[in-house]
């Protein structure tokens, strides 16, 4: 279910990861924190098509970037069977700070 468009910032917890859809289109998913203190808020960032080549090859785990997108909410399976609640964002657009503009 879509909630809401979304910009945040913050810095890349987990590398960017390419997979392929069964249609041999891209998709490269990666984890932002976007806390600015010790607690970690993480969110699930997934980029389609042009703009997930250009993340696989850009942005790396440390990396500060600013995401534009959908913000929407996924549910998990934990390991012991319980579901937990995901905040991902579809991105439109990643834009590293510490560099270059990462856009489709």
Do not use: H, W
Not at 38 to 44: A, G, H, K, N
Not at 55 to 74: F, M, S, W, Y
Not at 79 to 99: H, L, R, W, Y
């Amino acid at each position: 279910m879509s909630l809401a468009r979304a910009t945040v910032s913050g810095k890349v917890y987990r590398a960017p990861e390419k997979r392929f859809t069964s249609n041999n289109v891209p998709i490269t998913g990666f984890t932002l924190n976007i806390s600015g203190s010790e607690d970690e808020i993480l969110i699930r960032v997934n980029c389609i098509g042009n703009l997930a080549e250009t993340v696989a090859q850009t942005v790396n785990k440390g990396d500060e970037v600013v995401i534009d997108g959908r913000l929407q909410n996924a549910v998990a399976t934990a390991e012991d069977g319980s579901e937990k609640k995901i905040v991902e964002i579809d991105a439109s657009s990643v834009m590293k700070i510490s560099g270059g503009i990462t856009q489709p």
